[in-house]
């Protein structure tokens, strides 16, 4: 019988770094930070060369947008006058099921449109524009509505989205812009368009109904406009082109992802998650979480998260910026996926965090350390293959699920032009 196979250990003599005991305790305002944390937060992000970022309501607090959760400000007062519980009944599409929920639904997006518009883009919003200045920005994945990223250089976006695919991807559309119902075209969102009781006609079908009566021709009708913004339970217009993007964001196997000021609640976003994290795992990159609140547990994959900054993401772009690199130790913070989360990052004193792991390091004879990275897995391109077809259907234009029936005669393109499609895709609306 072969005598027991030993496993390899790293001798005392070889330094290794942890983070622990089993909970991280940081407080920024203390500044009583470990610089070893710091170096492998700000070494992973800055490492980086292609990096998603996925936000939501809290990258735009610090400008005095509020989210749905504010106790004070414009949604607590619409609570209030509305006789709503929550935020989520606000941005409902059941609100164009009479005039009058119409009518109080256009006036609070007209006020938050006065809101957004005197708003100033916040650290964040400029450490983006940064991010995608240098090329090292695959894409800016926003629920957020009021349009911030746009008055930044870097963070440019298209309304409808065409190739080439810009660098800022709007989930859930902004207030900058409206649609008309009937003939779909876009239109500029201007002060006071929704502040009287009627809803506002649209000015192509005016134009083009003028047309027609000059001409002798039948009346068609005029369309109204609402604001480009998708609600919960309706459907996405840029579904399609979002799915293609994601589609192609994959295939770039992108090596960070930040997934910042969002809860995470909108099954949809929770599935891009998913996918772009498994994507960026298979690159040996990491998964990045940074919100004041704990991460939720997503179903199917308990290891999502390999750093956790518990904190205003304005507070770690502070860290980030204001930190140096240490030029010998900690190099080459990469590897594969961990068991686990790698590093938890707590600004909030006395709250508990989950048991975190250790980085190994080794020194090399340039006397550098660098960690012992799993090696990384085998049929990468099959491993993408695998993660793109599920966002896809996430995002694209699908068929209903129809039972087969027996004996169908129809031949493929008739079938083809009688199917149905629907969007499986529920919006948070971008403050959630």
């Known amino acids: ?76 007062s619409l609570r209030q006058e509305l006789k709503i519980s929550s935020g989520k009944d606000m941005f409902d599409a059941s609100v164009y099921s009479s005039p009058e929920s119409a009518s109080q639904f256009h006036r609070m997006v007209s006020s938050l449109h006065s809101l957004c518009k005197s708003a100033q883009p916040t650290p964040f919003h400029t450490y983006l524009s940064e991010l995608g200045e240098s090329g090292r920005l695959l894409r800016l994945y926003t629920q957020n509505i009021d349009c911030l990223e746009d008055r930044l250089p870097g963070l440019s976006t298209n309304v409808p989205l065409t190739k080439a695919w810009p660098k800022t991807v709007r989930l859930h559309g902004g207030l900058d812009s409206v649609i008309c119902h009937k003939c779909s075209s876009i239109h500029e969102f201007s002060e006071g368009m929704f502040e009287g009781e009627e809803i506002p006609d649209c000015e192509r079908c005016s134009e083009t109904e003028e047309a027609r009566s000059a001409a002798g021709k039948r009346r068609v009708g005029i369309g109204k406009v609402r604001p480009r913004v998708v609600l919960y339970n309706e459907w996405n217009p840029d579904a399609e082109a979002i799915g293609k993007i994601t589609e192609s964001d994959l295939r770039a196997r992108p090596d960070a992802l930040l997934v910042v000021g969002t809860t995470l609640k909108i099954p949809g976003v929770q599935r891009m998650v998913k996918e772009f994290a498994a994507s960026v795992h298979c690159s040996k990159g990491r998964v990045i979480w940074i919100n004041p609140e704990n991460p939720p547990k997503v179903k199917g994959d308990s290891d999502l998260w390999d750093i956790v900054v518990k904190g205003d993401c304005q507070a770690a772009i502070e860290i980030l910026k204001a930190t140096p690199l240490p030029r010998e130790k900690f190099a080459n913070i990469t590897g594969g996926k961990t068991n686990g989360p790698a590093m938890s990052i707590c600004c909030d004193v006395g709250l508990k965090e989950p048991k975190v792991n250790s980085f190994s390091m080794t020194k090399t004879k340039e006397s550098k350390f660098t960690t012992r990275a799993p090696k990384a897995p085998s049929k990468t391109k099959k491993k993408i293959r695998t993660i793109i077809n599920p966002i896809k259907d996430c995002f694209q234009v699908s068929k209903p699920k129809t039972p087969p029936a027996k004996k169908s005669k129809l031949s493929y393109s008739a079938a083809q032009e009688n199917r149905g499609y629907y969007i499986d895709l529920s919006s948070d609306a971008s403050y959630v």
């Open 1 to 76: 019988m072969p005598p027991k196979r030993k496993r390899n250990e790293i001798s005392s003599s070889q330094p290794s770094i942890s983070f622990g005991p089993p909970y991280q305790f940081l407080d920024l305002s203390k500044q009583n930070i470990p610089p070893e944390a710091v170096s492998i937060f700000k070494r992973v992000v800055t490492k980086a060369k292609r990096i998603v970022v996925i936000t939501g309501a809290g990258v735009s607090v610090a400008s005095g947008i509020p989210d749905f959760r504010s106790s004070t400000g414009l949604f607590a």
